[in-house]
């Protein structure tokens, strides 16, 4: 089974920018579809981007829709998400996860993903 590391969570002005990173092990990274979740305290887990096996297809989560972009590089088995003009309301845990099914499409929903990391913190402050 894959296994997922992300990376690049931190403490942001509200306005700034990160990018997160999600490392996966194994040859399987490439032929499937991954994701993005953020859960935030009390809140339930929410779909903040996906992105399907070969890179052509992305979909987004309406918060975060012309603020974040998705992205692969299949080459280094890395998934990252470029988070633009942050906002208080997206502090909050980040994992990333695998999709279930070999060259299967991107997903909003958590349930068609079988792997997760284990989350990298974000705050934004004002």
């Known amino acids: 089974q894959v296994q997922l590391v992300e990376s690049g969570g931190g403490l942001v002005q509200a306005g700034g920018s990160l990018r997160l990173s999600c490392a996966a092990s194994?040859?399987?990274?490439?032929?499937?579809?991954m994701g993005w979740f953020r859960q935030a305290p009390g809140k339930e887990r929410e779909f903040v981007a996906a992105?399907?096996?070969?890179?052509?297809?992305?979909i987004y989560g309406d918060s975060v829709k012309g603020r974040f972009t998705i992205s692969r590089d299949n080459a280094k088995n890395t998934l990252n998400l470029q988070m633009n003009s942050l906002k208080l309301e997206d502090t909050a845990v980040y994992y990333c996860?695998?999709?279930?099914?070999?060259?299967?499409?991107?997903?909003?929903?958590?349930?068609?993903?079988?792997?997760w990391g284990q989350g990298t913190q974000v705050t934004v402050s004002s």
């Open positions: 992105i399907d096996w070969s890179g052509g297809n992305t």
């Open positions: 194994g040859r399987t990274f490439i032929s499937y579809a």
């Open positions: 996860a695998r999709g279930s099914l070999y060259l299967g499409r991107s997903s909003r929903e958590a349930a068609d993903y079988d792997s």
